[in-house]
């Protein structure tokens, strides 16, 4: 049997990959600690689980709009109004089977064969392959660590040409933690102001897990508004990453068309899921206002454990749960048996297979010097896995 060639366009995720392969070593009875995947250690709240029971008994069993229900929408909306000083109306919104059918739906609905996608790295492992996918070029802007992997108004400026059709960034991001402030939105908004060519995709989704205060979204500036899709979701904010939850605000005519690519691959997401995620959009935030003091309270510990492995390089996380550290000092040097790392993909499969901890090769976000680590862990499992990283790490040589 002969395989589209579309396959051949992309890559697997990485993150997925190292979750595969860490349950594989589980399976033999490694006992294995898992710092690569982007999931929030805790169980959905309560009384998003009894909407779910609710919707169940009230018989919210058949199919739904495939933008989602209407008052799904008008939550999302008095969402973006409450937290964002956003406004949308229900128009404008559509959800999604998680933000990253949200991502597809904008990419495969702006992005043609030759376009060309600014991507900022790090980034996401998925944006660089919905957009291969579209057989769009994504455009990878380097950013710096000294400048705690932002990027710039005269970097922005120096890579949109005629042929750019949209730029992909989160804040918080995934996978460095950085945060953009409002100023520096502004000076990028200021760029975008002279290109209203280029769509603009805000993916917002660790909008809550933030360490620095208010967030602060690129659709605030009206002078671009209309160029921005806001991405968002229930997973990381609600604890909610099984339920499948996403949801983008945009112009109507982008939302449209997101309607029509969503009608032809899974039409709306699930019933269930829609009548929960009311409930948590509209409900009681002090189980998310929890969530967040536990990972402050791992952020601080793991930049601690950090500093004490020497050759370790690390931005310090503004939002999300990750850290990214640069490791390429340990480039060159031998493990025990003689093989040298040569990469960031050989120390993560080092570490998974020497200190039985999986982390994320940094290649698989656009910066190949640097692995990510996730802190939605317990405090008990993050220091077991550091003393094990130090011990595996100190004997390269």
């Not at 449209?256 to 409900?283: D, P, V, Y």
């Not at 570490?351 to 901890?357: I, K, S």
């Not at 994320?360 to 996730?374: L, Q, Y």
């Not at 550091?386 to 040589?397: E, M």
Request: with cysteine; proline share 5%.
């Amino acid at each position: 049997m002969e395989l589209s060639s579309l396959l051949s366009r992309f890559n697997e995720p990485e993150t997925l990959k190292m979750a595969k392969l860490g349950r594989e070593l589980r399976a033999q009875g490694v006992d294995v600690t898992d710092l690569s995947l982007g999931e929030p250690d805790f169980d959905t709240p309560n009384h998003i689980k009894e909407a779910a029971k609710k919707a169940i008994d009230d018989n919210f069993s058949h199919y739904t709009p495939v933008s989602g229900y209407l008052d799904l929408r008008q939550a999302v909306c008095t969402k973006l109004l409450r937290d964002n000083g956003l406004e949308y109306t229900p128009e404008q919104i559509i959800v999604s089977t998680g933000a990253k059918q949200s991502i597809a739906n904008i990419v495969l609905a702006l992005v043609d064969k030759g376009d060309e996608v600014i991507i900022p790295t790090p980034f996401w492992v998925t944006y660089s392959e919905i957009v291969k996918l579209a057989g769009g070029v994504p455009v990878l802007v380097r950013t710096k660590i000294d400048n705690d992997y932002k990027i710039t108004p005269e970097e922005l400026q120096a890579h949109i040409t005629s042929k750019t059709k949209l730029f992909m960034f989160s804040s918080p991001c995934n996978p460095s933690g950085t945060v953009y402030t409002k100023e520096e939105l502004f000076q990028l908004a200021n760029v975008f102001e002279k290109h209203p060519h280029v769509s603009i995709m805000s993916d917002e989704i660790y909008e809550y897990i933030n360490f620095i205060g208010k967030h602060e979204s690129i659709a605030q500036f009206e002078a671009v508004k209309n160029q921005v899709i806001v991405i968002n979701g229930l997973s990381k904010g609600y604890a909610m990453t099984g339920w499948r939850i996403g949801y983008l605000a945009a112009p109507i005519s982008i939302v449209k068309a997101c309607e029509k690519i969503q009608g032809q691959f899974t039409s709306a997401t699930n019933s269930i899921g829609q009548r929960a995620a009311i409930a948590a959009l509209l409900g009681d935030m002090q189980p998310t206002q929890q969530m967040i003091k536990a990972f402050t309270e791992r952020r601080k510990l793991i930049l601690q454990l950090v500093k004490e492995i020497p050759g370790l390089v690390c931005n310090e996380p503004a939002g999300a749960f990750y850290i990214f550290p640069e490791v390429a000092s340990f480039f060159g040097k031998k493990t025990k048996d003689g093989i040298v790392i040569q990469n960031a993909d050989d120390l993560c499969m080092y570490l998974l297979n020497v200190a039985h901890v999986s982390t994320v090769t940094g290649s698989a976000f656009g910066e190949p010097n640097c692995i990510r680590m996730s802190f939605a862990n317990s405090i008990e499992n993050i220091e077991k896995a550091f003393a094990k990283i130090k011990i595996a790490l100190s004997s390269l040589s």
